[in-house]
């Protein structure tokens, strides 16, 4: 079993950053695919970024150039230049590669993921 947990969060003016970490309680293989995603009122949860199994980084052409995914030491989502649009709830999931739905839907895609930390909310003014 994974708990995931979130933080770093918080509140900043446009043009700032924030770096928002992942931790877990349990076990998170180097293996596992690590997802962030966010959502805002109203919108479907959307993907931010993801680390797959074999380390390679996809983001999302709304953040690309602007966050920056790690897992070196840690799961980090470093976030800079960060815009009004921003604004939302950011949560980090894992899930194993060999799952069916990661096999099938990609490390993009929120139904990929069986662990989800609480998230942590991101105000961009």
């Known amino acids: 079993h994974v708990q995931l947990v979130e933080s770093g969060g918080g509140s900043v003016q446009a043009g700032g950053s924030l770096r928002l970490s992942c931790g877990a309680v349990?076990?998170?293989?180097?293996?596992?695919?690590i997802g962030w995603f966010r959502q805002s009122p109203g919108k479907e949860r959307e993907a931010v970024a993801a680390?797959?199994?074999?380390g390679k980084i996809t983001y999302a052409d709304s953040v690309l150039g602007r966050f920056t995914a790690s897992r070196d030491n840690g799961l980090y989502l470093q976030m800079d230049n960060l815009k009004p649009e921003d604004t939302a709830t950011y949560y980090c999931?894992?899930?194993?590669?060999?799952?069916?739905?990661?096999?099938?839907?990609?490390?993009?895609?929120?139904?990929?993921?069986?662990?989800w930390g609480q998230g942590t909310q991101v105000t961009v003014s």
């Open positions: 349990g076990y998170i293989a180097a293996s596992m695919p």
């Open positions: 680390i797959d199994e074999d």
């Open positions: 999931a894992a899930n194993w590669y060999f799952a069916s739905a990661m096999e099938t839907l990609g490390v993009m895609n929120p139904n990929s993921y069986k662990w």
